[in-house]
């Protein structure tokens, strides 16, 4: 495959391709050693901070463990999208066992096994020999086992085809610096979800305005591209390493702003807006708005096609049918939080308990993100795990980050702590220490499966108590990993409401937990929220960027969120320091 400007693979696509190799090598049962120096070597290369395709063979191996035959399996990696030993072993196992291994509780002897025993090479393989029973006969695995791996494929299909939104937009933001090289004249732009930033998205759309029809032939030539599923001289489609899917639509300068409504969607906002366009007689579709006589209307901008049908221009975040459309029409859309509204971030992990870097990192590197204060607040103690804090060691962490904070001009470290609830809704910490804090963040971790009353009570339960400050991650949901736990949301945000405390968006991007839709209901019933990135180390204090989307998805401005205020008005809001509280 050549392009005519040949790009070389990103860091996470050349460490997956080694991943891969090791994946097969473990298959195969090859020498341990080999398959750890491929599974180092694909650690390596995901946490470099430089692109790996640009340095020569001695700057690889300057890396730990990275010797003479990795550096060259990886220069070629990089620079041709393959390599010869996955080719090789591609023959002996084909590339859709590898699925079967990714398959949770599945290792690479049982995978081996399989596909020796029952000619397994695919999920589908797997999914027919499962329900047949013919894996519980195979040594060592029984009937529990088979309905294990009957759940997991049940899960998988759940999540099939879906990415994380932070994974999506950085896939899609390479592929538009790709095409723009292609097309430096056109316009390139990520739509569909990833444009309205929603949590998880499904395949990636870009649109391109007023480039040539050779601009799908780069498209299908991008590297890593691991099958092309259509190829048109308007449209194309392709599959990346990595599962994701692409669609590219190419269209004339003056249907740009036509295909950008439709193609960013969604679907609802969109046959929403179709239905305004009918009342009045007019058509309107991707490639532009037109009268009964097929005469266009408004097309070229957005804003042209919204004007006309009598609305505001509207946020993608907001294009979801819930309202937006009635908003714009009578001048009530909200004005969103932006990211440089926030100056602070009240909820981060130091490695007192399980975060990787010293208080004094983590706050140079918020004071250079150009926050104006934080709180630090580490696990509780029955987070045993992550080397939680007792009472004694909380206080002590609040001293250092005081005497700290003593020392610093302009900006503010709060104490604080991440006090966990335990399954009953008390506090892990006593009364005394979290009324000597600053803020107190409280969270759920463990006993998530409780039934909706119980997990109900526990938290409003922590809601209750007089030093509990700001509720963190609410529904301990892990995106396409782990549901939300199961809990009435209106009752809880009714008593985050009665008691003044404030509803943390947990900026993680597989968690963004509240999720859009109740990070708007508390606030549509006057809950603050506050967006967090609960950081355990410098590099996720850009997690805000989620937070934010989650928070203008969910019609959230300024006002609604705590962290917008400068640190003196923010703690007055505190719950513990309200007047009255
Ligand atoms: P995803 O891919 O599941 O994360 O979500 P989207 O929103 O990116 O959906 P996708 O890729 O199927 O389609 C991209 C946009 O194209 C969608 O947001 C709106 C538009 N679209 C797709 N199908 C239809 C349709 O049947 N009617 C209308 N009016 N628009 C559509
Ligand atoms: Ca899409
Ligand atoms: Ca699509
Ligand atoms: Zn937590």
């Given at each position: 495959?050549?392009?005519n ?10 460490a997956?391709v ?15 050693f ?68 990714r ?6 002897k ?13 999920l ?34 759940r999540?099939?085809g ?43 759309d ?51 702003g036509?295909a ?43 804003e ?133 804090l ?33 509720i ?40 963004l ?29 850009g ?11 969910a ?10 205020l400068p ?15």
């Open positions: 495959m050549t392009a400007l040949p790009t070389p693979l990103d860091n996470r696509a050349i997956r080694l991943t891969e190799i090791a994946m097969l090598l473990e298959l195969k049962g090859d020498n341990p080999k398959i750890r120096a491929y599974r180092n070597g694909a650690d390596v290369v995901a946490n470099a901070a430089e692109a790996v395709a640009s340095l020569d063979d001695a700057g690889l191996r300057a890396w730990p463990g990275i010797g003479k035959d990795l550096a060259g399996r990886i220069r070629e990696i990089a620079l041709t999208g393959d390599c010869g030993i996955k080719r090789e072993l591609l023959t002996e196992f084909p590339a859709t066992l590898l699925d079967v291994m398959i949770q509780g599945l290792g690479p049982t995978v081996a096994m399989l596909h020796k025993e029952l000619r397994i090479t695919s589908e393989d797997l999914a027919l020999a499962a329900r047949s029973g013919r894996i519980r006969a195979l040594k060592g695995m029984g009937a529990k086992k088979e309905e294990l791996i009957l759940r997991a494929l049940e899960e998988r299909q999540h099939a879906r990415h994380k939104l932070d994974r999506a937009t950085e896939v899609a933001d390479s592929l538009v610096a790709y095409l723009k090289q292609h097309a430096p004249g056109a316009e390139v732009a990520a739509v569909g979800s990833v444009r309205r930033g929603t949590d998880t998205c499904g395949d990636l870009i649109l391109a305005a007023g480039a040539d029809r050779s601009l799908t032939d780069a498209f299908v030539a991008y590297p890593g591209v691991e099958r092309v599923l259509g190829h048109g001289d308007t449209k194309a489609s392709i599959l990346l390493q990595g599962g994701f899917q692409a669609d590219l639509r190419c269209v004339t300068p003056d249907q740009r036509a950008l409504q439709y193609f960013t969607g969604s679907k609802a906002h969109n046959i929403a807006l179709r239905d305004k366009a009918l009342e009045r007689g007019w058509k309107l579709n991707e490639y532009g708005l037109f009268d009964p006589k097929e005469q266009p209307i408004a097309g070229t901008t957005e042209s096609i919204y004007r006309a049908l009598g609305l505001a221009w509207i946020p993608p975040e907001l294009r979801e049918n819930r309202g937006e459309l009635e908003a714009a029409a009578s001048g009530a859309l909200p004005s969103l939080i932006e990211r440089s509204d926030l100056r602070g971030d009240l909820h981060m992990h130091t490695t007192e308990s399980d975060g990787r870097e010293s208080l004094e990192t983590m706050v140079r590197a918020a004071q250079e993100r150009g926050l104006e204060y934080i709180a630090i607040t580490d696990h509780s103690k029955s987070l045993a795990m992550a080397n939680g804090l007792d009472e004694t060691r909380t206080l002590e962490n609040a001293a250092k980050a005081r005497a700290l904070s003593k020392t610093l001009k302009g900006f503010t470290v709060l104490a604080g702590v991440e006090c966990d609830i335990l399954p009953d809704g008390s506090m892990d910490l006593s009364d005394d220490c979290l009324e000597a600053d803020i107190v963040v409280a969270s759920v971790h463990s006993a998530l499966q409780q039934d909706e009353a119980d997990m109900t009570k526990r938290v409003i339960k922590a809601i209750e108590h007089p030093s509990v400050d700001i963190g991650h609410l529904t301990g949901r892990m995106l396409l990993r782990r549901d939300a736990s199961r809990v009435n949301i209106e009752k809880v945000i009714d008593a985050a409401k009665a008691n003044g405390v404030a509803m943390e968006i947990n900026s993680q991007p597989h968690r937990d509240l999720c859009d839709s109740h990070a708007r209901l508390a606030r549509d019933r006057g809950v603050k929220l506050v967006i967090d990135t609960d950081a355990h180390e410098i590099h996720a204090l997690y805000a960027r989620w937070g934010v989307l989650t928070a203008r998805r019609w959230l401005g300024k006002d609604d969120v705590l962290n917008t640190v003196a008005a923010f703690r007055r809001a505190l719950r513990r320091n309200r007047v009255g509280a």
